[in-house]
């Protein structure tokens, strides 16, 4: 592959071009059927953010009648329901928290990515939104505060890998939104990627209230493969994430993961046989709420995939 090539899939070797392209030859299909056409983003999905934040800016900024989306007002009676209540509804403007892994070594960097905006067939974009990203360290301290407005149409990347210390580390981003003005009908969903040397995955925060208990089911690694869950403190108490890890047809490992406040931590996972093809289960019960996500890469970190429990 070329590396001057705009690749949106990596896994498949498929160029914003050719999406481009196949949107422009077939403009009534919707995203999933246009990324089935052209075979992007069938195995590590990791893409899905880059791809679809592609398609609502095309249609958003067409100006040729072949690349507008009809408007079809035969909507399911269900749909006509959910908009009449939403229409009756107060719009409440509340703070919302969302979580986001940061991780840090030689030729990896952490890139958290706010984009307010939303499809025009959906309805309104959304309201200005004020927005503050805290990056922490392992420990839970906070290395760098960033804030910013939003408007609609506006997006802005924190490259929250920068603000960590040392060679390899680890830490969070903590992303705040909160709307500013009326008629809400859109939402700041924001995402972050992991740029690595040969390849970048993609994937969406998750919201920072947490769980107590995460699970997973994985294929045993390949060759030169690792691994990990990394986790991440919900809580500004001290946390203690209990993990477990059965190979199919072999005993449990455990294993007790301590949290810091507001902090983080990686569990690599055990990396025994060569059978690549059972399961394995990776179960995680925490003291307080965490979140989590699972995370496979090379062991240089050329390249890396991670997606949420």
Known sequence: MSQTTNYLCWCNGISAETFTAAIRANPRADLYEIARSVNLGTKCTSCLADVEDLYISLFQSAERPDMRVPRDERLPLRRRLWRFIDRLSPKVNVSVRHLAPVIRAPGVRTVVSLANSVAK???????????????????????????????PGERTDVVASDHLAGAESIGTACVSILPRGGGVTGTLRPHFRVECRAAAGSVHTQGATGALSAFHLTPRGAPGERQSVFLMNCTGRRNVAKAVFTPHGGPSRQAAVPLAPNGAAWWHLPADGADHTELREVVIVGERNFKSYFVVGTAGFDRISLDHL
């Open 121 to 151: 067939k959906i309805g309104p974009v959304s309201a200005q939104a004020d927005v503050s990203v805290a990056v922490r360290d392992a420990g839970g301290a906070v290395r760098h505060r960033f804030e910013t407005r939003l408007r």
